[in-house]
């Protein structure tokens, strides 16, 4: 994307991958809120550090109680870490063990982030962008002359000028004219033409990407009836990974309330399908 005539492929390297990683996290953002927040935390650093480093450390400093960005290391009889090792830029680097001078917030069971998802995505998203500027660029409708000779292609060349200056007429000597029907061909566009096709894929690749972060979408292919069912199981597939992270990032957030007195609390947002699709009732709006 950055050069004229690139060498090699870039999946992950190029500029339209980096607006679709920024609008994916934005919607991810988006969903989950964080309630309870004490005065003077950043809301935006805990969903960084929590979604895009896979964890977050809770521990008592020199400046009160704070969410800081962490590391961990040790191993319980379980192969869970036992330490959280801090290396912040005012506070300095320190230690705490988890579950005593500490609370751990983790993403994932195992202790993975979020990237390989937002990663994927917005290198397909991106990739469809590709196809379509490449597709517009070679469906215009290009008129190709055949010529013998430099004059014969000179001719060509001033009749389509004086064609494509809006002339009510041109003309052009007999010879010419005979061979106009042999040498002129036309880009066959509609038959190459996939844009709208690559574009109905992007909204599938999006409806998946909701998905899989838990946002509540119309992942199905738009027909003209869509039963309850079909957008029973698209919310059952959402909430499952949703539930997950929700479930992880709750506990340690318990853990912290009991060590600091804290109310931290996770939840996610949930938006209906599209307007007009049949959906099922008393849908809840709020997911703990």
Known sequence: MFSVRPEEVEGLNNTSVVYYTNECIKKLFGVYSIEKVPDGWDIDYMKERIFLDGMLCITDTAAGVLPLQTGVSGFNVFNHPTTCVIANPVLGSFERTIDKDCALVKLQFNYGNVWPIINRYAALLASCDSAIAVNLINTKATAIFGAETKAEAE??????????????????????????????????????????????????????????????????????????????????????????????????????????????????????????????????????
Request: glycine residues 6%; aromatic residues 8%; without cysteine.
């Open 155 to 288: 001719s060509y060349k001033k009749m389509y000028d004086q064609m494509t200056e809006g002339k009510p007429a041109v003309f052009i000597g007999e010879n010419i004219a005979k061979k106009l029907t042999e040498r002129l061909l036309f880009n066959r566009v509609k038959e190459s033409y996939i844009a709208a096709d690559v574009e109905d894929l992007k909204q599938r690749l999006m409806d998946d990407f909701l998905s899989d972060i838990g946002i509540n979408n119309a992942n199905t292919d738009k027909r003209e009836r869509l039963n309850t069912y079909e957008v029973v199981s698209n919310t059952q597939e959402v909430r499952s990974g949703a539930e997950h992270w929700l479930q992880n990032v709750n506990d340690g957030f318990k853990r912290a309330n009991e060590l600091y007195g804290l109310s931290l609390r996770m939840i996610r947002h949930e938006w209906k399908p599209d307007a007009g699709k049949e959906v099922p009732e008393n849908e809840p709006t709020e997911s703990a």
